[in-house]
């Protein structure tokens, strides 16, 4: 269960989280674990977990979108819904306007982020497509978590994406070696934070993204 503390007692910078949502995210957690005996949505070693692991590692991300003036989220092989349908939660009361596009291939998956978009009233697109296959894409911000390795989401917001402003991303221990191995092939500004649910793991926001070669 998440009670009133569980987010406004962290370091997360959500203002006036209302009961109705956080009784949408212990809602949405339930969800999660119920479907999870039928198809593959967190690893069920993390279910009892999944207010830190999985919610609040998710939330955190709003600190690098809700201080300025955004209005799409894509999350790339969304998954679960980790991390797109938790800010879409977070965001339906602050910017009604803000949506969240989810691209997930697995169509048991996609399924799941439609049926809790249509549960929740929440503002999103959920694409039961392969974004490898996905040309000239626009948003504001690039979202994934436990997706693809950071030189693959770069190919990605290259070649696949036409515009985009962000990409925000979740690194683990060796999350600085992999950010000066991708400075030697690509220039972009990063913003970081520690996460608030692991000591060895960073968020980072990436902007001016391009290709040093080629």
Not at 29 to 47: A, F, G, R, V
Not at 54 to 61: G, V, Y
Not at 123 to 129: S, Y
Not at 150 to 176: D, M, R, V, W
Request: net charge positive; proline share 2%.
């Amino acid at each position: 269960m998440i009670d009133s503390n569980f987010i406004k007692n962290t370091a997360i910078n959500i203002s006036n989280v209302s009961r109705e949502t956080l009784k949408e995210l212990d809602d949405y957690c339930k969800q999660i674990i119920s479907k999870n005996k039928d198809i593959n949505l967190i690893s069920s070693s993390t279910e009892k977990s999944i207010n830190i692991r999985h919610i609040l590692d998710s939330a955190q991300t709003i600190d690098f979108i809700d201080n300025i003036k955004l209005m799409t989220c894509t999350d790339l092989g969304s998954g679960a819904g980790l991390p797109g349908i938790v800010l879409a939660i977070l965001m339906k009361a602050k910017n009604p306007q803000f949506k969240v596009i989810l691209y997930e291939k697995s169509f048991h998956k996609s399924k799941f982020l439609t049926d809790m978009s249509k549960k929740f009233n929440l503002n999103t697109e959920v694409h039961q497509k392969n974004i490898f296959e996905e040309k000239n894409l626009s948003t504001d911000v690039i979202i994934c978590r436990a997706f693809k390795p950071l030189p693959i989401i770069f190919e990605i917001a290259q070649k696949n994406f036409k515009s985009f402003k962000y990409i925000i991303i979740f690194l683990g221990k060796s999350g600085k070696k992999i950010l000066n191995e991708a400075l030697k092939i690509w220039k972009f500004d990063y913003e970081e934070k520690k996460s608030l649910t692991n000591d060895e793991s960073i968020v980072i926001k990436i902007s001016n993204l391009k290709k040093k070669y080629g």
